[in-house]
């Protein structure tokens, strides 16, 4: 255990997600011998993050603006829609370079263990959406554990009552894996033989 400022800051990082003792301990530690500029633009960039990152109020990925780049990006195919788990997976599809559609971010997945149901994801606002604009299919790509599977399950059976055409990705995904850690080859022969459901 530090003292004072030290320990507390190590306690900060500590809470991050995917942050065990020993990073934290590592970063403070860095941040501590890092030259004052490094340390003065990061504190900059943290206090305004907040401030001007948004969500997109089409699909719900991150943006500095009312909407995202691939919301206002013409070229894409606005008759096919992705649906996500968070803005990283967002991320994680377009470094396949498979996908020309848009996106819907659900915000989560559900998860009854943590108090999480469909009313807590944002799949009102899809089911507006689709009801908005003609869409030829809507790619299913939860992340291949319990909770994205039960939220497939959920979409799937939702959507069958508005007559539009399912799709899950297909196998090649680890179960119990993320979508973000995912190689771009192995991504993108998911998106590949992806099948309806």
């Known amino acids: 255990m ?31 011998q890092s030259q004052s500029a490094d340390v003065s633009r990061l504190a900059e960039l943290l206090s305004h993050v907040r401030e001007r990152v948004r969500f997109c109020e089409v699909c719900g ?45 659900l915000g989560g997945a559900i998860s009854p263990i943590d108090g999480i149901g469909p009313d807590d994801l944002s799949i009102t606002q899809l089911m507006r959406r689709l009801s908005d604009v003609e869409i030829k299919e809507v790619i299913i790509a939860t992340d291949p554990n319990l909770e994205g599977e039960a939220t497939a399950m959920y979409l799937s059976r ?16 680890p179960v119990g894996g993320d979508l973000e850690f995912a190689d771009e080859v192995t991504l993108g022969r998911a998106f590949e033989g992806r099948l309806t459901l």
Do not use: M, W
Request: charged share 30%.
């Open 2 to 32: 530090y003292e004072g400022i030290i320990q507390d800051l190590i306690d900060e990082f500590g809470r991050l997600p995917g942050i065990g003792p020993k990073s934290a301990q590592r970063i403070t530690f860095h941040i501590v």
């Open 61 to 105: 990925n991150v943006s500095e603006q009312d909407r995202c780049s691939i919301c206002r990006d013409a070229r894409r195919d606005q008759t096919l829609i992705c649906v996500v788990e968070e803005p990283k997976d967002v991320v994680a599809v377009e470094r396949t370079r498979q996908f020309r559609g848009l996106y819907h971010v």
């Open 158 to 173: 939702l959507l069958k009552t508005v007559d539009i055409p399912v799709s899950r990705l297909a196998s090649g995904l």
